[in-house]
């Protein structure tokens, strides 16, 4: 079968996700497990998307509607861009994998940190990009050298912010410079999935920034604060053109029923997640006290997640951890070969995970 | 932006759905709409689906299993195929695209019929492929004609059992006359999206095909008989090495985590489905009938629902049908300008479509 595939996909290594709870459960024979892994959001739905999800549920019978046009009114109405602007994935990382398979010719250039979220450079690679990486300086990303590396040949920069997993962010002005001369046939995806979570005056004003560059494309999520990872919805936001581009790739019933009307609630209900994002906020600040006092070293982050310095190698803690119920990211996959990161969870989960991190260190 | 974009992207006409129930209800001002359009379930989720899915919603917050552990488990005894021959999509079309992808090279070939689903095509259109179109013959696949039109380039046939818009099916003698001497380069796609409707004892036994043939792969869904279609759930079925390959250009968390359970419930609950598959069949049977009785001709079905021939062209009779609050699927579109398409429907739907198009007719 191999010698049929594009080649391109076979030096690709596959995403490898965060272990779920009931994995771990049967693996190590565990009953109670948290998961400070993968960036979620530790409270569980809101009354009001419960409520969406029982009422669309009896309807799933019919095909979504592919527009998901009263989600896209609205959205249009609370992001002022117009309708027609937006388009909603099976997740915010569909829209990634949209804009690889619409823009990359084998052998075109893209442009990513080193380390940042895989799926760009998987995304990437599968469509046969030559991916360009530039190192993180003091794990922030380093926008000068990454329009250095630009060429006649660069198709997609990709620009997570705040990333992941360093969990910092890019401030106005530096986004401002970079964009600043940057040819128009170089797209700048913008992957701000923690947005929401974002307190700081300087980050970039990106619908801002889209009524001045056709060549931008920002997206954002449902998973992270508005907790709906499980149904799988996210969205992006560019000029029409570019939007009408990537629908005639997009699959006509991408996103589920339930995930549109969840999403829905969730916009109607603005005041419950900045209560949420506040509890979450309290919560990091709350670990990086604690790993103060305790010595542990890590990155500030502007995200639900931080990067935690360890003293022995990150898949020996990581495994530590695990055992005793409390599923961290192993960081060595991105080449932090001593750091963990771990997701800012319920004060009872986190501090789980500062006990459990006592007895490792 | 166009000139940055894939070619291939460009040329596809893309996929035009079925008007959902909510936009005739706003473009016509009606307040009563019925939905034969789409060929789904007329009958919404059963009460152990939405018990699965007030479940799983309480933990929405958490990312899906990429891996859709317990329902691989339960669906591989179920159809007996070792766990890891299957594959999960976001809709079975899913599995369509991640074939496309990962096989196709711009300039192979595909073979499809014509007409057929229309997401084989654009599908392969956007991969740059060359679709080559073979008639069906009385509205049935003419797999020798298909054959012939094998080359050193052909890369996928595609072979809709039962097929959309036709619905009719191919017998096991057909299916082994076309799978004997084509060569192992040559992928064929086997979709079996109507599977459950089908009553006929000589219809393709494709899992026992696939214990001889590696290139082969089965697509079914839970969209259609088991009504979530809104919930985005299929699935395929093939050797593991082309299994693996799939996984590859899968994004890792493609299946939602409600389409699973609900899933899950559906295989626990097959004695339901079958009644309901019945259901169906004595509507068919109803229709037929009335079609009869009413010298209406139409194509003999094997699935939910009917070709059902004109007198006056397609789009007229459907904007007709429509206006009195009856979506149906107008197939000029498919090249069949004087045919409708009905999905069978509730004693009551089927009732009111035969007044509709006694009116107009």
Known sequence: ???????????????????PIEEVKREFGLKNVIKLASNENPYGPSPAVLQAIRQGAKHLNRYPDGDCFTLRQALSRDLKVNPQQLIFGNGSDEIIVLVVRAFIHPGDEVIIADPSFLVYNIASLIEGAKVKRVALKDFRYDLTQMKRQITAKTKIVFIGNPDNPAGTYIRQKEMEAFLKGLPSRVLVFVDEAYYEFVKANDYVNSLGLLKRYKNLIVTRTFSKLYGLAGLRIGYGIAHQPLIDILNRVREPFNVNTLAQMAALACLKNKAYYAKLAQKIEDQKKFLYKEFNRRGISF?????????????????????????????VRDMSYWGLKKYIRVTVGTPQENLRLLNALEEIL
């Open 1 to 19: 079968m191999k010698y049929l595939v594009k080649k391109s996909i076979l030096q690709v290594k596959p995403y490898v996700p965060g272990k």
């Open 299 to 327: 990155v500030e982050s502007w995200t639900n997640f931080i990067l935690v310095q360890t003293k022995n190698q990150a898949p020996k803690v990581a495994g530590q951890l695990c055992r005793q119920g409390v599923i």
